[in-house]
């Protein structure tokens, strides 16, 4: 199950768990995401990244997450453009009080556009 919220919903995120601890988050480009160079927003790419993190970890059986973000940091290495850009996320390391994520985002072209790794307490 993923965290279910009308943020998620209203960017269009599409979900998909690879493995117990991999997730791939696909977002669909609309023209409200780009900025005025025309590239996507760096704030809608850093929360595309942010929710493939979270989503790393089981939320409980109502669709809740169970950790809330301590430290995110995000690398922009090229502007993203085309259709969709895709998140892969893999948690790396679970604590008893915190969790250690790693995110890649690429867009149409598999073409790495930003890196991303965040610190999560649990809830």
Do not use: W
Not at 12 to 39: A, H, M
Request: hydrophobic share 45%.
């Amino acid at each position: 199950m993923f965290i279910q919220q009308p943020f998620d919903e209203f960017l269009g995120f599409q979900y998909v768990r690879t493995n117990e601890k991999e997730i791939k988050v696909t977002l669909p480009i609309k023209d409200l995401f780009l900025n005025s160079v025309g590239v996507v927003h760096g704030g809608v790419i850093s929360s595309l990244a942010d929710v493939a993190m979270c989503n790393t970890i089981q939320t409980d059986v109502c669709g809740v997450q169970k950790v809330v973000t301590v430290d995110l940091k995000v690398t922009f290495l090229k502007g993203a453009k085309g259709k969709n850009l895709v998140a892969c996320a893999e948690l790396i390391k679970s604590g008893r009080t915190l969790t250690h994520v790693d995110c890649f985002i690429y867009d149409d072209n598999e073409i790495l556009v930003a890196k991303a790794n965040g610190v999560y307490a649990n809830y």
